[in-house]
């Protein structure tokens, strides 16, 4: 089954916000990943941005420092049907709307002077590009394997590059 580029993303949409977990990290100089981080990601809408709650001494947040900086986020999906990385932007903003807009108990369980708690960070990834890998027919894909099937055929139309940009 052929999936569009639409079809990607609203799958991408959708992990992301049935999982949240995603590893976050800056991309160093040469290309190299630099302090990935597991990471609870929030968003409000698809396309983004993508909002993260952290502490002002998580070393994400150090290596930032008051700047932006090109980062990568990874997610992979609770049942591994969906793998995906995205390329963007992060930026350290303390955005009150966005504080008050998605402020919940869980995000709160971690800030004991609660949303003006002095070591409260808030971080925006604007995502650019994604590269997402369907995983659907796992068990299907390796029953084929035995039957001498090709299982490189089946993964053919699971990847897509995404444009996030919108």
């Given amino acids: 089954m052929s999936h569009t580029p639409q079809e990607f993303e609203?799958?991408?949409w959708k992990a992301l916000e049935s999982d949240r977990t995603v590893m976050l990290g800056l991309e160093s100089a040469g290309g190299r990943l630099g302090l990935p981080r597991p990471m609870t990601a929030l968003y409000e809408h698809a396309h983004?941005?993508?909002?993260?709650?952290?502490?002002?001494?998580?070393?994400l947040v150090q290596a930032l420092g008051g700047d932006s900086a090109a980062a990568v986020m990874t997610l992979a999906s609770k049942d591994h049907a969906l793998f995906a990385t995205v390329t963007g932007q992060?930026?350290?903003?303390?955005?009150?709307a966005v504080i008050e807009r998605l402020w919940n108990p869980?995000?709160?369980?971690?800030?004991?002077?609660?949303?003006?708690?002095?070591?409260?960070?808030?971080l925006?990834?604007?995502?650019?590009?994604?590269?997402?890998?369907?995983?659907e027919n796992s068990l299907l894909a390796g029953v084929k394997l035995?039957?001498?099937?090709?299982?490189?055929?089946?993964?053919?139309?699971?990847?897509a590059r995404l444009d996030l940009k919108h």
């Fill in 10 to 12: 609203q799958k991408f």
């Fill in 48 to 59: 983004g941005p993508i909002w993260f709650f952290t502490a002002t001494d998580n070393g």
């Fill in 90 to 96: 992060l930026h350290r903003r303390l955005d009150r």
């Fill in 106 to 122: 869980f995000i709160a369980a971690w800030y004991e002077g609660g949303k003006d708690d002095p070591k409260l960070a808030l």
């Fill in 124 to 135: 925006r990834f604007d995502p650019d590009q994604a590269e997402v890998w369907l995983n």
């Fill in 146 to 159: 035995l039957l001498g099937a090709d299982p490189k055929r089946s993964y053919r139309d699971k990847t």
